[in-house]
């Protein structure tokens, strides 16, 4: 628990430093604070932590999908942010177009009979697998699903492939898994690569 609370933390002052970066910055440099956003080092970090959270996370509430960051931080004159400090995510989708298309753009990416029957057969093998306590639910399916369109979109494609999938698949079903007790116990992240390992790409 002490550990999540500072992750949790950390994420906190990394975003305040990042928002505060932000206002400081001349309006005429949006272009500067994408730099920032899209610079290595910076998302780097932020999937470090990320990692970190959904390491000492006890379920789906505190699992950490995914992450945005934005050039221009929420606007209180806009509602983007209440007075209590939360996001108004209707106020954000309506005030930024681009970020709400692309919202609508990922169920339109496109998913082969093949690649469902590859995903099924990920699920599937969890159910079968000696290793795992209990195996991964239709739920789990369906969430897996999204995440690779959603990583397809953001690799500039308009179709999920087998790669896709894999990437995905310990960060989405990870926390999901539990191993059978036997010697040293693997985290849910070694036991999504097996599970990837264990099935054939079609």
């Known amino acids: 628990m002490k550990i999540l609370k500072n992750v949790?933390?950390?994420?906190?002052?990394l975003v305040a430093?990042?928002?505060?970066?932000g206002f400081l910055l001349p309006s005429s440099a949006?272009?500067?604070?994408?730099a920032v956003i899209e610079a290595p080092p910076v998302r780097a970090k932020f999937a470090e932590l990320i990692e970190t959270l959904a390491a000492a996370g006890q379920g789906s509430s505190t699992r950490v999908m995914r992450a945005l960051l934005m050039a221009e931080p929420p606007s209180m004159d806009?509602?983007?942010?209440?007075d209590k400090g939360s996001i108004n995510q209707r106020a954000v989708l309506a005030s930024r177009a681009a970020l709400a298309e692309l919202r609508r753009a990922v169920p339109q990416i496109h998913v082969s009979a093949a690649l469902l029957d590859y995903g099924q057969s990920l699920i599937s093998a969890s159910r079968s697998s000696p290793e795992l306590l209990h195996?991964?639910?239709?739920?789990?399916?369906?969430?897996?699903?999204?995440?690779?369109?959603?990583?397809a979109l953001i690799q500039g494609r308009?179709?999920?492939?087998?790669?896709?999938?894999?990437?995905?698949?310990?960060a989405t079903v990870g926390h999901r898994l539990s191993g059978?007790?036997?010697g040293e116990p693997l985290?849910?992240?070694?036991l999504a690569r097996r599970l990837i390992q264990s099935v054939p790409i079609p």
């Open 8 to 13: 949790l933390i950390g994420l906190i002052v």
């Open 17 to 21: 430093v990042l928002v505060v970066i």
């Open 30 to 34: 949006h272009v500067e604070r994408s």
């Open 78 to 82: 806009k509602g983007e942010m209440t």
């Open 135 to 151: 195996g991964l639910s239709p739920r789990a399916g369906l969430a897996l699903l999204r995440a690779a369109r959603a990583w």
């Open 158 to 170: 308009q179709a999920v492939i087998p790669e896709d999938l894999q990437t995905i698949f310990p």
């Open 180 to 182: 059978v007790d036997e």
């Open 187 to 190: 985290g849910g992240d070694e």
